[in-house]
């Protein structure tokens, strides 16, 4: 079956560690895309990329990193610099030709820091 | 700057009623891609339904259908025969030429039995 990954569903960390969380796509989409998202609110945007061994910082790139080694595979790491880490994390992917650019996404990973 | 702005934070609807949710952007381009998503409670992100703005009519997906009025830039989502399953967040989202992308805050819609 086509789709994205994410894992784990849920994570927790102490403050002050860092944490990478999972994401891969067996789609072939150029792009791929991560969010933020908090209680009752809307997508954010962290990270984005359009090609392997690149990307873009989103709105709200602070505190996280990311890399492209492979088409497939996009993580992200929450770093002990992010202020306010707990949130839902939403990965997506994208074609970038063929005039659909519709973006799939996985199902989430909640982090939780304590 | 692009926005695309969902007016309406919360909206309810009876079962089997129709509901309209609004979306309105803005944009310098002229090629560009509107989306609606949905979210459930799983929080899966569900493509609902998509309009290129270069085509003039009006998408429709079985009982989802867009009101896009390209020089008004607007993109409302109609959903006929409403069913407790369309309870969800609705979220309006932008793609451009450059593909810079906007969302929308969501509207949360609500479903009476």
């Known amino acids: 079956d086509g789709g994205i990954t994410q894992s784990p569903k849920y994570l927790f960390r102490k403050e002050g560690q860092n944490v990478t969380l999972s994401c891969e796509q067996n789609?072939?989409?150029?792009?791929m895309y991560w969010y933020r998202q908090d209680p009752g609110q809307g997508l954010r945007l962290i990270y984005y990329s359009q090609i392997v061994n690149d990307f873009q910082k989103g709105d709200i790139a602070e505190g996280y990193s990311v890399s492209r080694e492979k088409k497939e595979s996009f993580p992200l790491t929450v770093t002990s610099a992010q202020k306010n880490p707990t949130a839902f994390y939403l990965c997506a992917s994208s074609p970038l030709r063929g005039g659909s650019y519709e973006q799939y996404f996985g199902p989430g990973t909640r982090l939780t820091v304590t | 700057a692009q926005t695309v702005t969902q007016s309406q934070p919360e909206m309810s609807v009876q079962e089997a009623e129709t509901v309209t949710l609004s979306c309105t952007y803005d944009?310098?381009?002229?090629?560009?891609?509107l989306f609606w998503y949905k979210q459930p409670p799983s929080r899966q992100m569900i493509l609902v339904i998509r309009q290129e703005a270069y085509k003039q009519q009006n998408a429709t997906e079985n009982r989802f259908s867009v009101n896009f009025q390209k020089a008004a830039k607007s993109f409302s989502l109609k959903i006929s025969d409403s069913q407790l399953g369309d309870a969800a967040m609705y979220f309006c989202?932008?793609?451009?030429?450059?593909?810079?992308?906007?969302w929308g805050a969501g509207t949360k819609l609500i479903i009476k039995p």
């Open positions: 989202y932008l793609l451009d030429s450059n593909y810079q992308l906007i």
């Open positions: 944009t310098s381009e002229s090629d560009y891609y």
């Open positions: 789609l072939n989409h150029d792009a």
